[in-house]
């Protein structure tokens, strides 16, 4: 009744591969597999030198707060400087992965 019940999935997945390799795709897969539950990693060290330097290419004059979330106990000191060469007067807030304010700076 109505529609052709016999779908043929097999041609139509292989379709889509075919599709993906013409497309540009090195991999079908992932090379390594990734556990989706484990913790991120942490960010580099220079992030908040980065950041800024990146707030100040964008044509930002000052900052009214920075925030750094790391498992680390203090903000690292570099990008704390840089932070405070912009804006003198910023606070730099340190927050735990798990979002608790552990200092600011």
Same mark, same amino acid.
């Given at each position: 009744?109505?529609?052709?019940?016999?779908?043929?999935?097999?041609?139509?997945?292989?379709?889509?591969?075919?599709?993906?390799?013409? @497309? $540009?795709?090195?991999?079908?897969?992932?090379? *390594?597999?990734?556990?989706? +539950? =484990? #913790?991120?990693? %942490?960010?580099?060290? &220079?992030?908040?030198?980065?950041?800024?330097?990146?707030?100040?290419?964008?044509?930002?004059?000052?900052?009214?707060?920075?925030?750094?979330?790391?498992? @680390? $106990?203090?903000?690292?000191?570099?990008?704390? *400087?840089?932070?405070?060469? +912009? =804006? #003198?007067?910023? %606070?730099?807030?340190? &927050?735990?992965?798990?979002?608790?304010?552990?200092?600011?700076?």
């Amino acid at each position: 009744m109505g529609a052709d019940q016999h779908i043929d999935w097999m041609s139509d997945v292989m379709s889509a591969l075919d599709w993906w390799r013409e @497309a $540009g795709v090195d991999t079908l897969v992932e090379d *390594a597999p990734r556990d989706w +539950l =484990t #913790a991120p990693m %942490p960010a580099p060290a &220079a992030f908040a030198q980065a950041a800024v330097a990146a707030a100040v290419s964008s044509g930002v004059e000052g900052l009214e707060a920075a925030a750094v979330v790391s498992a @680390a $106990g203090e903000v690292e000191s570099a990008g704390l *400087a840089a932070v405070h060469d +912009l =804006t #003198a007067t910023a %606070p730099v807030h340190l &927050a735990a992965p798990d979002g608790t304010l552990v200092t600011t700076a």
